[in-house]
């Protein structure tokens, strides 16, 4: 199992930008594809992005397509995910998550990922 501890988060005007990071240690990082989901107040956890285990292929929510990038550095065992053009629907507190290895890539649900990190918070003020 591996273990996720996501950093970046913070309070950012509309129209702005943040980097979040997701740091992994434990089980071999680049044996998973991982996942951003975000879960908003009295709202269920969605689905953000993915990433595959090389880094190459990636699929977004439409939500956040165009506006938000993610990748990953297999050897920093470290996940990123880029925001930019924020906007205050995108306020919620922010998990990365690896895909469990019996589940097939591209998946969006939340129950096929594991090894949830405690996640961090992103505000956008309108």
């Known amino acids: 199992q591996v273990q996720l501890v996501e950093s970046g988060g913070g309070l950012v005007q509309a129209g702005g930008s943040l980097r979040l990071s997701c740091a992994a240690s434990?089980?071999?990082?680049?044996?998973?594809?991982m996942g951003w989901f975000r879960q908003a107040p009295g709202k269920e956890r969605e689905f953000v992005a993915a990433?595959?285990?090389?880094?190459?292929?990636?699929y977004y929510a439409d939500s956040v397509k165009g506006r938000f990038t993610i990748s990953r550095d297999n050897a920093k065992n470290t996940v990123y995910l880029q925001m930019n053009r924020l906007k205050p629907e995108d306020t919620a507190v922010y998990h990365c998550?690896?895909?469990?290895?019996?589940?097939?890539?591209?998946?969006?649900?939340?129950?096929?990922?594991?090894?949830w990190g405690q996640g961090t918070q992103v505000t956008v003020s309108s």
């Open positions: 990433i595959n285990w090389r880094g190459i292929i990636t």
């Open positions: 998550a690896a895909l469990r290895t019996s589940i097939k890539f591209g998946t969006k649900r939340a129950s096929d990922f594991g090894s």
């Open positions: 434990g089980r071999t990082f680049s044996d998973y594809a």
